[in-house]
Nanobody
């Protein structure tokens, strides 16, 4: 089963660090891209960081230099290391897997349940 399951998150003071992890217990599928999105109250869900199967990473400008995304293809896991956290990083963070269909032409989206990150000032 593809369903991503997140762990981590919580409450931290500004300047602190947190690590988010996301894993899929299933096998037999290809996750082309793993990503983390954030959604603050009253705002749209936005991409924070993503990593391709080949290891190419991308980051939102707001987190560059502070967040690091990594993945383990053998374990179908993705990790987001968040350093120098700011109050504006407060949001629910969602894990996303883009899984290839059997033809390899399309990706299906799978979402985790979300985990709350709260940064106090």
């Amino acid at each position: 089963q593809v369903q991503p399951v997140e762990s981590g998150g919580g409450l931290v003071q500004a300047g602190g660090s947190l690590t988010l992890s996301c894993a899929s217990s299933g096998s037999g599928f290809t996750i082309n891209r793993m990503g983390w999105y954030q959604q603050a109250p009253g705002k749209q869900r936005e991409l924070v960081a993503a990593i391709t199967k080949g290891g190419r990473t991308s980051y939102a400008d707001s987190v560059k230099g502070r967040f690091t995304i990594s993945r383990d293809n053998a374990k179908n896991t993705v990790t987001l290391q968040m350093n120098s956290l700011k109050p504006e990083d407060t949001a629910v963070y969602y894990c996303n897997f883009k899984v290839a269909d059997v033809s390899g032409l399309y990706d299906y989206d799978y979402w985790g349940q979300g985990t709350q990150v709260t940064v106090s000032s």
